[in-house]
Nanobody, 115 residues
């Protein structure tokens, strides 16, 4: 069992930056593939970025070169650095942990990009 708690969301102007954090507890964090997903009302949850236990990363085309995912296994934490934010990045952002058939989700943090 893994518990995930996101933080760092908020209101930011277009072109600004935010860093999301996801603190994990309850299992061996380092063995999980961690990810960030986002969802807006009426739409399906979509992948933003993932990072494997070995540090390999994957990004949605819409965020490449603007967002950076990283992890600190000593702190059981995964981060999402978001730069050059756009209004279309507005969403609830969810942290995700996966290993084999096991999937865990955080409760989400709201990110709003607006002037």
């Amino acid at each position: 069992q893994v518990q995930l708690v996101e933080s760092g969301g908020g209101l930011v102007q277009p072109g600004g930056s935010l860093r999301l954090s996801c603190a994990a507890s309850g299992s061996i964090f380092s063995i999980y593939t961690m990810g960030w997903y986002r969802q807006t009302p009426g739409k399906q949850r979509e992948l933003v970025a993932t990072i494997t236990s070995g540090g390999g990363t994957n990004y949605a085309d819409s965020v490449k070169a603007r967002f950076t995912i990283s992890r600190d296994n000593a702190k059981n934490t995964v981060y999402l650095q978001m730069d050059s934010l756009k209004p279309e990045d507005t969403a609830v952002y969810y942290c995700h942990a996966n290993r084999n058939m096991y999937n865990y989700w955080g409760q989400g943090t709201q990110v709003t990009v607006s002037s």
